[in-house]
């Protein structure tokens, strides 16, 4: 559903404003926004085209001179590459944890969360939850 509607976009943008080479480095930079904020996080997606557009401008007044200029068009690459070494899941995406250490696997209990939302919502404790394995105390 949602590539019909970009297709559709994308064809009526293309035949009202043109189809130009520039506008394929604008479809590039949604790369680094995703990875920066996550890959499950539409929020994360928001934040990160922020870090990345004010990150590009302010690495161009400062440190462009310095570099002889063009930091634009590869300073949010740079930026989710050294993004990715220190926190692969994004700002705000999921944390998988695989507990055999296999790659390409996500199982859906891998996931790692803080707490369970009822007990979030109760006021409970992490340490006095109930497990589902525990056995009652039968007389």
Known sequence: MAGGVALVVGIIWG????????????????????????LTSVPGAIIGGLIIGV??????????????????????YVL????????????????IIDPLGRPGRRPDHAVQRERP???QLLGRPADLRRSPRTASPSG
């Not at 394929?24 to 996550?38: D, E, N, R, Y």
């Open 117 to 119: 939302v009822q007990d």
């Open 15 to 38: 035949s009202k404003l043109g189809v130009q080479y520039s506008l394929s480095l604008v479809a590039l930079k949604a790369l680094p926004v995703v990875i920066l904020g996550g």
């Open 55 to 76: 990150g590009e401008k302010l690495s161009e007044v400062y440190l462009g001179p310095m570099v002889g200029g063009g930091i634009e068009i590869w300073f949010a």
């Open 80 to 95: 989710a590459l050294c993004f990715l070494l220190v926190r692969p899941q994004g700002l705000f995406g999921d944390k």
